[in-house]
């Protein structure tokens, strides 16, 4: 029975030493496991603050790129209206050039206005109302001014005639300059054809209006013709005062008073002479005029305009002197003679006397020339 017992004893502790043998093996397996565990796990934290490192440096990058694209995005912004300012610079100047190129000192200015078409529609479509003249002067001394076109018309001309005006600028000499300015101002539409049917207007400013007065700003208040051509003319097509989509404009200040009747032939010259030439055939055409007057018998006096002057205590137009404007000679005696007219003429002056007033009238009238052979003085 011993014997049994001692084979069993020891079977079971070979099983026990085997099973230990087991165990330690795989706690060896075990403890090699944790110990790659442990090592893996060092690894990964390591590879871990390496890359919270690398998102850190990343971050920093991005607000530092992020920071870089706002101050690039300030800098674009503030380049486009510097790039804009630098453009309205660079047209001024371009603009002064010409205007430099355009001045003129003896008070007149030949307008060229060129991309017609373009500056039209412009005006149509409210872009742009009016364009400016380059400035020129009266001397070199003188008064400062230019030319104002509205090329669809201005207030109650607006879309129906062409507005052109004139404007007095501040000038450096204003401050030995005479003022209000009332020289009379002509304005010359050219026709760019042989044919020469300028467009002629004149006007002159009213010294009550500021627009006469000195000016306080760099340009003062405008005056001139609001209805000065219509548009239905300027936009036929083929019309002479438009071509190759230009149209010149010519501003006269006269300072000489020039008779409203010369100014056709004044504004015919050859743009190309010189002022003083224009100036020699002005004075060469009226005295010219003069001599074929004073040439002239008594009897073609008799189908021409005239223009009486009549005073307050004037009763009868029969055989009575007046004073009367013949042609553009003013003050020229002339003898009146009985005609059907004569009633109308005495029923105006008949009424209560006011101020002297000029009537037209056609009456006959000859020359009284003061002849000492002729005891009428006719």
């Known amino acids: 029975g011993q014997g049994a017992s001692s084979s069993i004893t020891t079977t079971t502790n070979e099983n026990i030493s085997t099973q230990m043998q087991e165990v330690y093996e795989t706690l060896n397996i075990l403890a090699s496991g ?9 690894r990964l934290s390591s590879e871990s603050i390496r890359l919270q490192s690398s998102i850190e440096s ?9 920071l870089s694209i706002q101050e690039q995005s300030s800098f674009l912004d503030g380049v486009k209206p510097n790039q804009e300012i630098l453009q309205q610079d660079v047209a001024s100047l371009k603009q002064k050039v010409d205007d430099m190129q355009y001045v003129s000192y003896d008070g007149t200015l030949i307008w060229k206005i060129t991309n017609f078409h373009e500056k039209m529609m412009d005006a149509q479509s409210e872009r742009q109302t009016s364009i400016y003249s380059p400035p020129f002067y009266s001397s070199s001394t003188g008064y400062k001014m230019r030319a104002r076109l509205y090329l669809n018309g201005d207030g109650n001309a607006r879309r129906t005639h062409m507005s052109l005006f004139f404007v007095l600028m501040r000038g450096p000499n204003d401050a030995i300059l005479k003022f209000p300015f009332n020289y009379k101002v002509t304005f010359c539409l050219y026709d760019q054809t042989p044919q020469q049917r300028h467009i002629i207007d004149s006007f002159r400013p009213d010294i009550k209006s500021n627009s006469s007065q000195r000016p306080q700003s760099e340009m003062y208040i405008a005056s001139g013709i609001p209805k000065f051509f219509p548009l239905t003319m300027i936009q036929q097509e083929g019309n002479p005062y438009v071509r190759e989509d230009t149209m010149f404009i010519k501003v006269m200040v006269d300072f000489d008073d020039m008779p409203k009747t010369l100014l056709p032939y004044a504004l015919s010259l050859n743009p190309g002479l010189p002022i003083h030439i224009h100036q020699l055939m002005i004075k060469q055409e009226i005295e010219r005029r003069e001599q074929s007057q004073s040439q002239q018998s008594p009897t073609s006096l008799a189908n021409r305009p005239i223009t009486l002057t009549m005073s307050p205590n004037f009763t009868d137009i029969s055989d009575t002197l ?5 042609g553009h000679d003013a003050g020229s005696s002339m003898h009146v003679q009985q005609t059907p007219i004569e009633q109308d003429a005495n029923e ?19 020359e009284t020339r003061g002849d000492d052979d002729d005891p009428n003085g006719h």
């Open 322 to 326: 007046l004073s009367c404007e013949l």
């Open 348 to 366: 105006m002056v008949s009424q209560e006397p006011q101020e002297t007033e000029s009537y037209d009238t056609g009456i006959t009238c000859v």
């Open 58 to 66: 990343v971050t920093q990058e991005f607000s530092s790129l992020k």
């Open 34 to 42: 944790i110990q790659t565990l442990n090592d893996d796990t060092q």
